[in-house]
């Protein structure tokens, strides 16, 4: 019994060390829960302004020729990336990392499209020497050095931002009836689509005879399932988790999917040119 009684202090002091040992512990945080998001989004309208008066000739010539022209700032954009990622480029085009706007392929896929509507096309090096030629400055000469009635500006491609505060998602309910929710985010997060604009200047008179605007958007004609993960209202960017990697924002669009929308906006360029 006296020893019982002499391991009560100790055992009490223990036991209150315990207490306070649990009572400082910090709660556990809480994790972040993953939602598979939907979103949709319409790309805008595409815009198309020409001048028929001017454009007309087009349709009357035999194998119009015409040169694809890339502003100077892009150029120079385009040979700083094709130095940065000529070895980073992935073959398989699945959500790569290292997407350039600004390469080469997009510039030979439009030339290809022009070729097969019928068009000469001219070499872009040899146009762009006789321009930078400062005797040469009257644009009816250029036309005779160069052998080419149209120049095709590429004057814009860029990815555009569409802005979202809330997503939804689907959960499955009493006999399997699939509900639709919708999750609230107290910023905004960002999904990316495509433009791409251009402008025909007729060389021999140096007028701008046409304008025209393309748009891209992934979730266009369907919706599109990305992971969301989201702390209460506190969202992530949307992604695709690929391995250990997260990819977001602009690197969503893979390569593929730029060529594609090149192409076929240059297939609807040249019919356009042409009506």
């Known amino acids: 019994m006296k020893r019982f009684t002499s391991l009560i202090a100790p055992m009490l002091v223990i036991a209150l060390f315990l207490c306070m040992a649990i009572a400082s512990t910090p709660p556990k945080a809480p994790s972040p829960v993953v939602f598979d998001g939907i979103f949709s989004y319409k790309a805008d309208r595409d815009e198309v302004v020409k001048n028929a008066a001017k454009v007309g000739f087009i349709k009357n010539s035999v194998s119009p020729s015409i040169v694809l022209r890339v502003p100077h700032a892009n150029q120079q954009i385009l040979e700083q990336d ?11 085009g699945i959500f790569d990392p290292n997407n350039n706007l600004y390469d080469l392929n997009v510039y030979n896929t439009i030339e290809k499209e022009l070729l097969k509507g019928g068009f000469t096309v001219r070499d872009r090096a040899l146009f762009d020497k006789v321009l930078g030629d400062k005797s040469v400055s009257d644009y009816s000469k250029i036309k005779e050095l160069t052998e080419t009635d149209l120049i095709l500006e590429l004057s814009n491609i860029q990815y555009v931002p569409y802005a979202f505060n809330a997503f939804s998602y689907h959960t499955k309910g009493r006999h399997g009836v699939i509900n639709t929710n919708i999750h609230n985010c107290a910023h905004t997060i960002y999904l990316y689509g495509l433009k791409l604009e251009f402008k025909l200047i007729r060389v021999k008179d140096n007028d701008y005879i046409g304008s025209f605007t393309y748009n891209y958007s992934p979730c266009n004609n369907a919706p599109c399932d990305y992971l969301v993960s989201c ?9 695709v988790q690929q391995g ?19 192409k076929e906006s240059s297939q609807n360029l040249v019919k356009q040119i042409l009506e």
Do not use: H, M, W
Request: hydrophobic residues 30%; neutral net charge; glycine residues 2%.
């Open 82 to 92: 094709k130095n940065t990622n000529a070895n980073n480029i992935s073959s398989s």
């Open 231 to 239: 702390l209460g209202d506190d969202c992530s960017e949307p992604y």
């Open 244 to 262: 250990d990697v997260k990819i977001t924002a602009q690197r969503l669009i893979t390569r593929e999917i730029i060529t594609r929308f090149v």
